[in-house]
């Protein structure tokens, strides 16, 4: 079972700073991460698919990187909607899905 | 697209429940709908997968045998099942649409949530 650890656990910024996520997988994958946004009381969004590739409606401060084991979520320029918190997720061996523990954004 | 899920539910440890979670807006049969758990304060968990296809569902290990997912491809709809609660399901739980890119698997779309508390 592939273990997904997320860091840092919280990361204080302010809007403006450039933020990066990181997201390592506890061996190496084939498969492509992707990255979910969830503001307070809201269902988690889909913000990037297959490692880079920005969902549909997502600013392109958004951006994903990495392979291997790891991978990495950047935001540019922080707006104030971008504080949340940030989960990455792939596809283990099948049927499993795994996400990571979380990064909480705060300002 | 779009999954809209039941209301939230109060319930006794011991009783049964199941929620739901219609999709409409797109070939209900040509997606894996899955479901995943956040209890209070904390992340997400995947429970388990079911192709409305041939309602063949898949488990997290860890999970199997305590839920049943279903679905019924005639109102697409998908169902999150349980036999007996306990209070340690008391969560909020979403379905989720699967696509599949060229070497991934993604959830691009969020049911609203459901949250279920389980309190004598």
């Known amino acids: 079972e592939i273990v997904l650890t997320q860091s840092p656990a919280t990361l204080s910024l302010s809007p403006g700073e450039r933020a990066t996520l990181s997201c390592r997988a506890s061996q190496s994958v084939t498969n492509s991460v992707a990255w979910y946004q969830q503001r307070p009381g809201q269902a988690p969004r889909l913000l990037i698919y297959e490692t880079s590739n920005r969902a549909t409606g997502i600013p392109a401060r958004f951006s994903g990187s990495g392979s291997g084991t790891d991978f990495t979520l950047t935001i540019s320029s922080l707006e104030p909607e971008d504080f949340a918190v940030y989960y990455c997720q792939l596809r283990d061996n099948w049927p499993m899905y795994t996400f990571g523990q979380g990064t909480k954004l705060e300002i | 697209v779009q999954l809209v899920q039941s209301g939230a539910e109060v319930k006794k440890p011991g009783e049964s429940l199941r929620i739901s979670c219609k999709g409409s807006?797109?070939?209900?049969?040509?997606?894996?709908i899955g479901w995943v758990r956040q209890m209070p304060g904390k992340g997400l968990e995947w429970m388990g997968i079911i192709f409305p296809g041939d309602s063949d569902p898949k488990y997290s290990p860890s999970l199997q045998g305590q839920v049943t997912i279903s679905a019924d491809k005639s109102i697409t709809t998908a169902y999150l099942q349980w036999g007996s609660l306990r209070a340690s399901d008391t969560a909020m739980y979403y379905c989720?649409?699967?696509?599949?890119?060229?070497?991934?698997?993604?959830?691009?779309?969020w049911g609203q949530g459901t949250l279920v508390t389980v309190s004598s």
């Open positions: 807006g797109y070939k209900f049969t040509s997606y894996w």
């Open positions: 989720v649409r699967r696509a599949v890119g060229w070497n991934g698997y993604y959830f691009d779309h």
